[in-house]
């Protein structure tokens, strides 16, 4: 079992150039966020989403853009990457649906992205 | 708002308790508890809901006062394998969905 899975691990981008990262679960999760962490800083919420074909947006969403075509998908795109948004990036899902509460539920990380930009 | 986490720093030997504070200015529907060791991703703990009920880790202890918004984890006994770096994230409700806002972490060393 997978659990949440990111990739790319690693990347270098330059200046104004854009790029997606893919974040993926297998566990049939209704939520899925995308984070931001910066030393001394926490994780931040850049947008999430409860559900197909829905986002929303967090504390940091300036500069990014999401998308979630599929229930286990959820993309993060950045159109014109800037030196501030260097950081590590994780996704994250919870809430399995059904007849759960949706509220109280943990929150399943994925490995993380190490995106440098130059 | 991030909820605000004390200590920031704290340094263990082998076998002593620690205590790592949460406090928040707004009503919480829960406090989660994380931790993370360096360069991997964060791993869930524990949750604590209002009324009193608690998911997770049976090796470590938290407490939750609704009324002051305040949480606290209690690491006692701590091993090596303690070491890393806490954070909470208190839940609020926002329409229909729920969302997490993380404290800026308490890192916890445990030496021999």
């Known amino acids: 079992n997978a659990g949440v899975t990111q990739t790319p691990k690693f990347r270098v981008l330059k200046t104004g150039q854009s790029m997606t990262l893919l974040c993926a679960q297998d566990?049939?999760?209704?939520?899925m966020y995308w984070y931001r962490q910066d030393p001394g800083m926490g994780l931040r919420l850049i947008h999430y989403?409860?559900?197909?074909?829905?986002?929303a947006k967090g504390e940091v969403p300036d500069g990014y853009n999401v998308s979630r075509l599929k229930k286990q998908n959820f993309l993060l795109g950045l159109e014109s990457a800037a030196p501030s948004q260097t950081s590590v990036y994780f996704c994250?899902?919870?809430?399995?649906?059904?007849?759960?509460?949706?509220?109280?539920?943990?929150?399943?990380f994925g490995d993380g992205t190490r995106l440098s930009i130059l | 708002q991030q909820p605000v986490q004390s200590p920031q720093a704290v340094i263990l030997r082998e076998g002593e308790d620690a205590v790592i504070n949460c406090s928040s200015s707004?009503?919480?529907?829960?406090v989660h508890w994380y931790r993370q060791k360096h360069g991997e991703a964060p791993v869930f703990l524990m949750i604590?809901?209002?009324?009193?009920e608690q998911k997770g880790h049976d090796k470590i202890s938290a407490s939750f006062n609704e009324k002051k918004q305040q949480s606290s984890l209690y690491l006692t006994a701590s091993q090596l394998s303690y070491s890393g770096t806490y954070f909470c994230?208190?839940?609020?409700?926002?329409?229909?969905?729920?969302?997490?806002?993380f404290g800026t972490g308490t890192r916890l060393q445990v030496t021999l």
């Open positions: 989403s409860v559900g197909e074909g829905t986002t």
């Open positions: 994250a899902s919870s809430y399995p649906g059904g007849g759960e509460e949706a509220d109280g539920q943990p929150q399943h």
């Open positions: 566990m049939n999760h209704e939520y």
């Open positions: 994230g208190t839940e609020i409700r926002v329409g229909t969905a729920s969302k997490l806002t």
């Open positions: 604590l809901l209002k009324g009193g």
């Open positions: 707004k009503a919480l529907y829960s």
